[in-house]
T-cell receptor, first 114, second 114 residues
Framework: AQSVSQHNHHVILSEAASLELGCNYS??????LFWYVQYPGQHLQLLLK??????LVKGIKGFEAEFIKSKFSFNLRKPSVQWSDTAEYFC????????????FGAGTRLFVKA | NAGVTQTPKFQVLKTGQSMTLQCAQD?????MYWYRQDPGMGLRLIYY???????DKGEVPNGYNVSRLNKREFSLRLESAAPSQTSVYFC?????????????FGSGTRLTVV
């Protein structure tokens, strides 16, 4: 079955530490990839997206993600996290082979210690 | 401000009661979606409407019905609520079904069924 896997359910970092959140998907063919962020008590907001072209995409607030087709991965990174990055992060995939339904991963809760 | 508006924000139901969650978007988007968010499971698609006049089942449609009232509005109905439907419900929209440029989410409805 087609799925989206996020490796870490909970991550705790200190401010200024580097962040990498893993995301793998099982879809074949062309995929559209997304990372969303949900700050405490808020709705999901789009952080960044990949459709085609340069596999390294940059989003808002200093986040970036790298699409590695051979590994079916789309990992999220940030060189130096801030306390305000405390949130839940969701990877999502939309693909023709999935009927264009966007499927979300289970999410990773990030807590950044001040 | 343009966006997706959901009502109500909070609701408590008794088992067996019915209710309708309302969603409206003012971005002239063609496609609308209902997701439920449960801890450790991410967002799961309940129903979607690729365009006005069409609706289709997502991953977890049992116990729910939807109505695409017009291009702006997409409601979700629980005919006989069950404790398993305790969740946070998010409505989302996108410009078009096959041109997914990311979703815009509403602020959510926190539903408790007792």
């Amino acid at each position: 079955a087609q799925s989206v896997s996020q490796h870490n359910h909970h991550v705790i970092l200190s401010e200024a530490a580097s962040l990498e959140l893993g995301c793998n998907y099982s879809y074949g063919g062309t995929v559209n990839l997304f990372w969303y962020v949900q700050y405490p008590g808020q709705h999901l907001q789009l952080l960044l997206k990949y459709f085609s072209g340069d596999p390294l995409v940059k989003g808002i607030k200093g986040f970036e993600a790298e699409f590695i087709k051979s590994k079916f991965s789309f990992n999220l990174r940030k060189p130096s996290v801030q306390w305000s990055d405390t949130a839940e992060y969701f990877c999502a995939v939309n693909a023709r082979t999935g009927g264009f339904k966007t499927i979300f991963g289970a999410g990773t809760r990030l807590f950044v210690k001040a | 401000n343009a966006g997706v508006t959901q009502t109500p924000k909070f609701q408590v139901l008794k088992t067996g009661q019915s209710m309708t969650l309302q969603c409206a978007q003012d971005m002239n988007h063609n496609s609308m979606y209902w997701y439920r968010q449960d801890p450790g499971m991410g967002l799961r698609l309940i129903y979607y409407s690729a365009s006005e006049g069409t609706t289709d089942k997502g991953e977890v449609p049992n116990g729910y019905n939807v109505s695409r009232l017009n291009k702006r509005e997409f409601s979700l109905r629980l005919e006989s609520a069950a404790p398993s439907q305790t969740s946070v419900y998010f409505c989302a929209s996108s410009e078009a079904w096959q041109k997914v440029d990311g979703y815009t989410f509403g602020s959510g409805t926190r539903l408790t069924v007792v």
